[in-house]
């Protein structure tokens, strides 16, 4: 039993690393750029909305072309990764339930049911493989240097917006 459970945490781990790793060569430092503009953008327009600011509101209005643009082209990416990633998924899950089937790999402590995940204590290949897959996926994601806003970088860092902002306010 502990053997099929490392051996699913192992094969979660790689696929999680393999969907991260592709993430990190498909957006390059520009395009987490225009993710940062995107988000800078939008979190202005919020909250000129909700002070009714229209000057501001008009101002950000004619960039808008501009952020949907940018937004075209980030969201290509991003839907190159994910079908990547499902292909990906599609190809080792099957195989891997295939093997494993329904049999039980684990146990949950007594009382203690996860919808979807565990049935009456007993943890099958899925809901082992979820646990495992989302278990990896955070810490491997931090070690490749990508977050899951695609963002990347660390807590508190300062971001290209954040300069531009200090600029303006000068």
Do not use: C, H
């Not at 790793?21 to 800078?40: G, P, S």
């Not at 039980?104 to 943890?123: A, K, W």
Request: charged share 25%; aromatic share 12%.
């Amino acid at each position: 039993m502990f053997l099929e459970m490392v051996v699913i945490s192992g094969m979660a781990a790689g696929m999680s690393a393999a969907t991260s790793a592709l993430r990190k060569v498909v957006f390059k430092k520009e395009d987490l750029a225009k993710m940062a503009e995107i988000q800078a953008f939008n979190r202005e327009l919020m909250t000129a909305t909700r002070k009714k600011d229209q000057k501001t509101i008009q101002k950000l209005q004619k960039k808008k072309e501009y952020i949907q643009k940018l937004n075209a082209e980030v969201s290509k990416k991003n839907l190159i990764t994910m079908f990547a990633s499902l292909m990906l998924f599609f190809t080792v899950y099957p195989i891997l339930a295939g093997y494993f089937g329904d049999s039980v790999v684990g146990f949950t402590p007594e009382g203690f049911n996860i919808p979807f995940i565990s049935d009456g204590g007993e943890l099958r290949f899925y809901g082992w493989f979820i646990l495992s897959f989302f278990g990896v996926g955070s810490p491997i994601s931090k070690l490749l240097g990508i977050s899951f806003t695609g963002m990347g970088g660390e807590v508190g860092q300062e971001k290209p917006q954040d300069k531009k902002q200090d600029k303006e306010k000068s």
